[in-house]
């Protein structure tokens, strides 16, 4: 019988590698991937069954790269596997279409869980954190990122991670111009003054480490 097959998302090969152990007796590894831009390609090229990925990951998020994936693929299952406890990742992570939520700290028996649930069409969110999930959902302004659009969540990160406006125009392919007024609508709309807060809401909201 053919397994599933999984693509592992992390920045930390270690970690990915101790999950490659846990999950292979049931699941196949299609692959690992050490950023966002490096899963949404890998995704797109393997077709894995589930992907399991961290949220925070250098150049695109885990949870951009899933809006990205969504939008080529509305079935596309993601399990975010992370250190994050505050219950406003997971439920961003959710909005945007994930199959599971797990803490790292959390028994390895659950992303096995959260892996056959995503499989099976459910949502699997750690115990720990769910009841604090479903009562944030209910908080319309608990999430400032939901002011953002999905492009201006991507400048931002690679401004946080200290990439120039034309660093950043290259590698998302806009002007410079463009990135610039990106920046300023993300400054005006969030109520910040300068690029320090700018990068520190970034660290703050788990845009980066």
Do not use: C, W
């Not at 692959?31 to 150049?59: C, F, N, T, Y």
């Not at 111009?177 to 300023?184: G, N």
């Amino acid at each position: 019988m053919t397994k599933p097959r999984v693509l592992l998302a992390d920045d930390h090969r270690i970690v990915a590698e101790g999950l490659k152990g846990l999950l292979e007796e049931e699941f196949e590894l299609a692959g690992i991937v050490e950023d966002g831009r490096a899963m949404v390609q890998a995704a797109r090229e393997l077709h894995p069954d589930v992907i399991v990925a961290d949220i925070s990951m250098p150049h695109l998020n885990g949870i951009d790269a899933l809006a990205q994936l969504k939008r080529d693929n509305p079935k596309v299952r993601v399990v975010f596997l992370t250190m994050h406890r505050d219950a406003a990742y997971a439920r961003r992570a959710l909005e945007a279409g994930a199959s599971g939520f797990v803490l790292k700290h959390s028994a390895p028996a659950e992303l096995v869980l959260a892996v056959r649930a995503a499989l099976q069409g459910r949502t699997f969110i750690s115990p720990d954190l769910a009841a604090e999930v479903f009562r944030t959902a209910r908080d319309k302004d608990a999430d400032p990122l939901a002011a953002l659009t999905p492009r201006q969540r991507e400048i931002l990160q690679l401004v946080a991670e200290g990439k120039s406006a034309k660093e950043i125009a290259a590698a998302l392919g806009l002007s410079a111009r463009t990135v610039e007024f990106h920046k300023y609508a993300m400054m005006e709309s969030l109520g910040i003054e300068n690029s320090a807060e700018l990068i520190h809401f970034a660290i703050k909201h788990g845009i980066v480490p």
